[in-house]
């Protein structure tokens, strides 16, 4: 289950949704969202510690997110990016039935190389139409 705060993160405006239990189970992971409220579009973003990968708990967290999203909050479409050799949330978003729609290569700087200078990663991003979803469910 999810709910809203109006935390901001890494300069990004929120409003933001995070697990409410995380502040109980801080070793397990974490997953929030933004919205885009002009495009009915949000971004869901998962972290999870890899004693716990493997289990199903990323699935069923982003299944909800994207559950509730589209069937309550109006969502139009939802996107999530993923480092390129991130195969582990490469799969989980094909498992949810997002597309691949790209990659930006030397997106983003999270590390920096052993020189100091900035190591810039691909990334990859997915994403779900509501029409998607719709047709998934009723599978």
């Known amino acids: 289950m999810l709910f809203e705060s109006s935390d901001t993160r890494l300069g990004a405006g ?3 949704f995070e697990s409410p239990h995380f502040d109980q189970y801080p070793a397990v992971g974490k997953s929030h969202g933004n919205k885009n ?6 971004s869901p973003c998962w972290m999870l510690n890899e004693a716990y990968q493997g289990k199903g708990y990323a699935f069923d967290a982003v299944y909800a997110f994207l559950d509730h999203r589209f069937s309550q909050k109006g ?17 989980l978003c094909e498992k949810l039935g997002m597309r691949q729609e790209g ?3 030397e997106f983003i700087s999270f590390l920096k190389n052993p020189d100091g200078t900035l190591r810039y990663e691909n990334t990859v991003q997915y994403a779900l139409l509501k029409k998607g979803w719709d047709l998934k ?3």
């Open 103 to 105: 990659v930006f290569f």
């Open 14 to 16: 929120g409003p933001w």
């Open 37 to 42: 409220a002009t495009r009915n579009t949000f």
């Open 75 to 91: 969502a139009r479409r939802i996107y999530a990016y993923t480092e390129d050799y991130n195969l582990s949330s490469q799969h």
């Open 137 to 139: 469910q009723s599978d």
